[in-house]
């Protein structure tokens, strides 16, 4: 996996290793030991699968007591995933990022 920051510390853009061949392509979406090598830390405990039609907003999410993290890809199509810093005491409050992840360029953040 390569590991590329954005204008918010905390929201990486992750690049992984595709295995194409005949059938098709393979990749690992989570690794523990490399995404703490990236910085990325925590304890991996739930994944969530949801399907959206075109031209729908899902998801927003600011937790203040047991903030997540979350690990997006887009397994069909492509979806424009946006996150903005909410922390009022952070250095990047008020920034946003966004970025296209498809299931051609196969990127998560």
Request: with cysteine.
């Amino acid at each position: 996996m390569n590991f590329f920051p954005t204008a918010i510390a905390s929201v990486v853009r992750i690049k992984p290793h595709v295995f194409d061949d005949s059938r098709g392509f393979f990749l690992e979406t989570y690794r523990t030991n490399r995404m703490g090598a990236a910085g990325i830390e925590g304890r991996f405990v739930q994944d969530n699968h949801s399907g959206s039609r075109e031209n729908i907003l899902r998801g927003l999410h600011y937790q203040i007591r047991k903030a997540q993290g979350k690990l997006v890809r887009a397994v069909s199509g492509e979806i424009f995933d946006v996150a903005v810093d909410l922390r009022c005491s952070s250095s990047s409050f008020g920034r946003w990022t966004g970025e296209i992840l498809s299931i051609d360029n196969k990127r998560m953040r």
